[in-house]
């Protein structure tokens, strides 16, 4: 199960920025379905943005207006980024990324990066802001601001700029385990049976804001410690035993 964001105050979060801090490079991945286009309010996937922005914080999210996907990043000197040429036009679950090598800052969607890229200037420091899942809390958690309408799921946090391969990889619906896990900082499935949502990759557990009410997760193929795998759909977990063929490359790309 995912959860359900009412473009409101129903988001997770964290009192920290999640294993991110004075990060090299940075990929943020998220799965997202919107529940209506063009609302009144700009919809945040995800963000670490101060009420003062400042070094080592970013922001995801869809433009209210025109659906435009948006990416944000602030470092030493300050912020960058804004639309990326990408727009949602239905309200079917969609693959996001926010990727960052140290000089440009993208955005992508489903695996198609954005016709506009930032070129971007010093590091990116240690935020002192709170992480957000499903909204841009401004600081605190005790208010939402751009807050998602819609279902959110399978976060994930990398201190890497992850390749078009791989984000491919994770638009197929492929788990960040799965997909550079050396870099993987923090991920958050968002089964929604438990609070806090737990981290099972860096023990960031995220707040539950409100009690967001959970929704049907996307389908999502999670690594097993036995013969096969871990095939998730909205209907619920699936195992599929693996073929003697079947391996997981060093990237995390499934062959058969």
């Given at each position: 199960?995912?959860?359900?964001?009412?473009?409101?105050?129903?988001?997770?979060?964290?009192?920290?920025?999640?294993?991110?801090?004075?990060?090299?490079?940075?990929?943020?991945?998220?799965?997202?379905?919107?529940?209506?286009?063009?609302p009144?309010?700009n919809?945040?996937?995800?963000?670490?943005?101060?009420?003062?922005?400042?070094?080592?914080?970013?922001l995801?999210?869809?433009?209210?207006?025109?659906?435009?996907?948006?990416?944000?990043?602030?470092?030493?000197?300050?912020?960058?980024?804004?639309?990326?040429?990408?727009?949602?036009?239905?309200?079917?679950?969609?693959?996001?990324?926010?990727?960052?090598?140290?000089?440009?800052?993208?955005?992508?969607?489903?695996?198609?990066?954005?016709?506009?890229?930032?070129?971007?200037?010093?590091?990116?420091?240690?935020?002192?802001?709170?992480?957000a899942v499903?909204?841009?809390?401004?600081?605190?958690g005790?208010?939402?601001?751009?807050?998602?309408?819609?279902?959110?799921?399978?976060a994930?946090?990398?201190?890497?700029?992850?390749?078009?391969?791989?984000?491919?990889?994770?638009?197929?619906?492929?788990?960040?385990?799965?997909v550079?896990?050396?870099?993987?900082?923090?991920?958050?499935?968002?089964?929604?049976?438990?609070?806090?949502?737990?981290?099972?990759?860096?023990?960031?557990?995220m707040?539950?804001?409100?009690?967001?009410?959970?929704?049907?997760?996307p389908?999502?193929?999670?690594?097993?410690?036995?013969?096969?795998?871990?095939?998730?759909?909205?209907?619920?977990?699936?195992?599929?035993?693996?073929?003697?063929?079947?391996?997981?490359?060093?990237?995390?790309?499934?062959?058969?």
């Open positions: 199960m995912a959860r359900t964001g009412d473009g409101d105050n129903d988001y997770l979060w964290n009192t920290g920025n999640c294993g991110i801090s004075n990060a090299t490079a940075l990929t943020i991945h998220i799965w997202g379905k919107a529940s209506s286009l063009t009144s309010d919809r945040a996937l995800s963000a670490n943005w101060g009420a003062t922005p400042a070094t080592g914080e970013f995801l999210r869809l433009q209210n207006a025109a659906d435009d996907v948006q990416a944000f990043i602030f470092t030493s000197v300050t912020s960058y980024g804004g639309n990326v040429g990408k727009t949602v036009t239905d309200t079917n679950w969609h693959s996001y990324a926010l990727v960052w090598d140290g000089s440009e800052l993208s955005g992508w969607l489903d695996a198609s990066k954005g016709g506009t890229t930032f070129t971007t200037a010093g590091t990116f420091g240690n935020s002192s802001s709170d992480t499903g909204a841009d809390i401004r600081d605190t005790a208010s939402g601001n751009s807050a998602w309408e819609g279902d959110y799921a399978e994930a946090f990398y201190t890497a700029t992850l390749t078009q391969e791989e984000l491919t990889t994770l638009s197929l619906g492929y788990s960040p385990l799965l550079r896990p050396s870099s993987l900082v923090a991920y958050w499935p968002i089964i929604g049976r438990t609070s806090p949502e737990i981290d099972i990759v860096g023990g960031f557990g707040t539950l804001n409100n009690a967001p009410p959970t929704a049907d997760h389908s999502v193929i999670y690594p097993s410690t036995n013969t096969g795998l871990w095939i998730s759909p909205p209907s619920g977990a699936v195992y599929v035993p693996r073929p003697a063929a079947m391996s997981v490359s060093s990237l995390g790309v499934i062959t058969v």
